[in-house]
């Protein structure tokens, strides 16, 4: 019964999230060159503007650079690899590599959007199209799956996954403040990943096969360590 009652309730607040973030980014998506949109867009632009500084440029580029998806890739990788060594399980290792999918999807929505990057962007020509994201969305995605296995396999503390979501938070402020992406730009990479990191977590929690939400496994408790 332990198990069939935290699996519903996990599973709940996962989807509950994932409908948040989908409704987020639909709304940047549906609207991603109206006037409203490129308004706020400007608008924050000039305040970062307002607010340049040497060491806050050092900072905000060392972090853009921690998630960037060279960075971000091997570390991720590595971590996973020490999830699975640690005697995780196997599910919990392929969550891992299913956030990966992120930087595929990345480069999709780029195409299919194909929104230019702010000025401070043009001596990076190689950064390509600006929505959504690609750094707020990897390090979303795969940073909050990995760190979030982790916490359920016992291998590290709750706050991780809080360190993981802030993390990605500053790099994707980050971004606004190096002048390479639009404040939406960094709302829908936030959303998109978001939702791929729901999707790898309700992957990792659900029943590892039909017994666990059998009548019988719920009465008995069967599973509940899982």
Same mark, same amino acid.
């Given at each position: 019964?332990?198990?069939?009652?935290?699996?519903?309730?996990?599973?709940?607040?996962?989807?509950?999230?994932?409908?948040?973030?989908?409704?987020?980014?639909?709304?940047? !998506?549906?609207?991603?060159?109206?006037?409203?949109?490129? +308004?706020?867009?400007?608008?924050?632009?000039?305040?970062? !503007?307002?607010?340049?500084?040497?060491?806050?440029?050092?900072?905000?580029? !060392?972090?853009?650079?921690?998630?960037?998806?060279?960075?971000?890739?091997?570390? !991720?990788?590595?971590?996973?690899?020490?999830?699975?060594?640690?005697?995780?399980?196997?599910?919990?290792?392929?969550? %891992?590599?299913?956030?990966?999918?992120?930087?595929?999807?990345?480069?999709?929505?780029?195409?299919?959007?194909?929104?230019?990057?702010?000025? +401070?962007? +043009?001596?990076?020509?190689?950064?390509?199209?600006?929505?959504?994201? %690609?750094?707020?969305?990897?390090?979303?995605?795969?940073?909050?799956?990995?760190?979030?296995?982790?916490?359920?396999? %016992?291998?590290?503390?709750?706050?991780?996954?809080?360190?993981?979501?802030?993390?990605?938070?500053?790099?994707?402020?980050?971004?606004?403040?190096?002048?390479?992406?639009?404040?939406?730009?960094?709302?829908?990479?936030?959303?998109?990943?978001?939702?791929?990191?729901?999707?790898?977590?309700?992957?990792?929690?659900?029943?590892?096969?039909?017994?666990?939400?059998?009548?019988?496994?719920?009465?008995? +408790?069967?599973?509940?360590?899982?």
């Amino acid at each position: 019964m332990a198990f069939c009652v935290q699996f519903k309730r996990r599973a709940m607040v996962i989807l509950a999230f994932s409908a948040g973030a989908v409704a987020s980014f639909a709304a940047l !998506a549906l609207n991603v060159d109206e006037r409203q949109i490129s +308004g706020m867009n400007a608008a924050v632009r000039t305040v970062v !503007a307002g607010v340049q500084s040497s060491l806050l440029h050092s900072v905000f580029s !060392a972090l853009s650079c921690a998630g960037s998806v060279a960075v971000l890739g091997p570390m !991720a990788a590595v971590a996973i690899l020490w999830v699975w060594r640690r005697g995780a399980s196997d599910r919990s290792a392929l969550a %891992g590599v299913m956030s990966m999918s992120s930087v595929l999807v990345t480069f999709t929505l780029k195409a299919i959007f194909h929104r230019a990057r702010p000025l +401070g962007a +043009g001596a990076f020509p190689e950064l390509g199209y600006s929505f959504p994201s %690609g750094h707020s969305l990897n390090t979303m995605a795969i940073g909050v799956t990995v760190a979030y296995v982790s916490y359920r396999e %016992g291998l590290a503390p709750r706050w991780v996954v809080s360190a993981a979501v802030i993390f990605s938070l500053l790099v994707g402020v980050s971004r606004v403040y190096l002048d390479v992406h639009w404040a939406t730009d960094v709302i829908g990479g936030w959303s998109v990943g978001a939702v791929i990191a729901a999707a790898c977590a309700l992957f990792y929690e659900w029943p590892h096969s039909a017994r666990d939400l059998a009548p019988t496994s719920c009465d008995d +408790g069967e599973g509940s360590n899982v």
